[in-house]
């Protein structure tokens, strides 16, 4: 869910940039697009290690 939200957000900022012209409001869109980037990578990686922590081992593979 938090990716999701991170992703949808750095649209909506990506877009406001794009449009936006006023310097003041573009210097803290963009201060608001790296906080989410980074918002994404911290959730993304703790995808990733939900994902390892289910994934079945070896010695679980070797069972009776």
Request: glycine share 2%; aromatic share 4%.
């Amino acid at each position: 869910m938090d990716r999701f939200i991170a992703q949808a957000n750095i649209a909506h900022f990506e877009d406001l940039l794009a449009r936006e012209t006023d310097p003041e409001k573009r210097m803290m869109i963009r201060g608001l697009l790296a906080r989410e980037k980074e918002k994404l990578k911290i959730a993304e990686r703790q995808a990733e290690t939900n994902q390892k922590r289910a994934a079945p081992s070896r010695a679980d593979d070797r069972s009776v």
